[in-house]
């Protein structure tokens, strides 16, 4: 007969994930031929996203998700941007894989919206039509990633 008793939110062994800040690390906007937007705009983006961890503590860890977004037409780069949306987690009780899928999935699903904003912010300031990113789903690019490495270790 088992007697033990699930761990209760506020004993200190259930797993927990929370946010505590979410800031604008590093930002950079760049323009080459100035804001002058042919009456055909219709450039080829290019986006890029990355994702680092640094560990600030025991269990505080921040996430920095860069996005990298390029703009060009007629092979002339009309815009370069680059955002790096930061945050700080409390992460405590979580296994490996619970600890993996937070890292790269969870944690940048929060600071995306952030950073698809100044993004669009920058790009507006900088004289071009508005520009919103897409949305991404981290959890399919995890899934996608995991399954990848189980691929490459069958090989």
Do not use: H
């Given at each position: 007969?088992?007697?033990?008793?699930?761990?209760?939110?506020?004993?200190?062994?259930?797993?927990?994930?929370?946010?505590?800040?979410?800031?604008?690390?590093?930002?950079?906007f760049?323009?080459p031929?100035?804001?002058?937007?042919?009456?055909?705009?219709?450039?080829?983006?290019?986006?890029?996203?990355?994702?680092?961890?640094?560990?600030?503590?025991?269990?505080?860890?921040?996430?920095?998700?860069?996005?990298?977004?390029?703009?060009?037409?007629?092979?002339?780069?009309m815009?370069?941007?680059?955002?790096?949306?930061?945050?700080?987690?409390?992460?405590?009780?979580?296994?490996?894989?619970e600890?993996?899928?937070?890292?790269?999935?969870?944690?940048?699903?929060?600071?995306?919206?952030?950073?698809?904003?100044?993004?669009?912010?920058?790009?507006?300031?900088?004289?071009?039509?508005?520009?919103l990113?897409?949305?991404?789903?981290?959890?399919?690019?995890?899934?996608?990633?995991?399954?990848?490495?189980?691929?490459?270790?069958?090989?």
């Amino acid at each position: 007969m088992n007697t033990e008793t699930p761990a209760a939110p506020g004993d200190g062994t259930a797993p927990q994930l929370a946010l505590q800040i979410v800031y604008l690390k590093d930002c950079s906007f760049e323009a080459p031929q100035g804001p002058r937007v042919a009456e055909n705009w219709n450039p080829q983006i290019n986006l890029d996203l990355n994702t680092t961890v640094t560990a600030l503590g025991d269990d505080l860890r921040e996430v920095l998700l860069t996005v990298t977004v390029s703009a060009k037409q007629d092979d002339k780069t009309m815009f370069l941007v680059e955002v790096k949306q930061a945050g700080a987690f409390v992460m405590r009780n979580l296994s490996d894989e619970e600890m993996k899928r937070a890292l790269s999935s969870v944690c940048p699903g929060v600071l995306f919206p952030y950073a698809r904003a100044a993004v669009s912010g920058l790009v507006t300031q900088g004289g071009f039509p508005q520009f919103l990113l897409p949305p991404v789903n981290f959890e399919a690019l995890y899934a996608r990633s995991v399954a990848d490495g189980q691929n490459a270790t069958k090989n």
